[in-house]
């Protein structure tokens, strides 16, 4: 069953009705307003990704290394003033 607030974001477009991994044209809702549709296939690695890549990977979209390097600047500028 919806509550009002999901009802009305999918009423203003805000919302889509259909679930974010549900096959197109695969989704039904019962009388009684169950939700049943079908899962889309998983298409990533096979295998569970090594910490070093995590790690890369969430450096890189942090922008880790900028503020690592910013850091560094700010630590010797304090050393200069003190």
Known sequence: MLTF???YEI?????PDTP????PGTVNRDSSGTLTYTLQSYEGPARKPSKK?????????SGGKKVKKHAKKVAKEIKKIS
């Open 20 to 23: 974010p991994h549900a096959v």
């Open 11 to 15: 009423c203003e477009g805000k919302k």
């Open 53 to 61: 890549e995590v790690d890369k990977l969430v450096v890189r979209q």
């Open 5 to 7: 607030r999901e009802f």
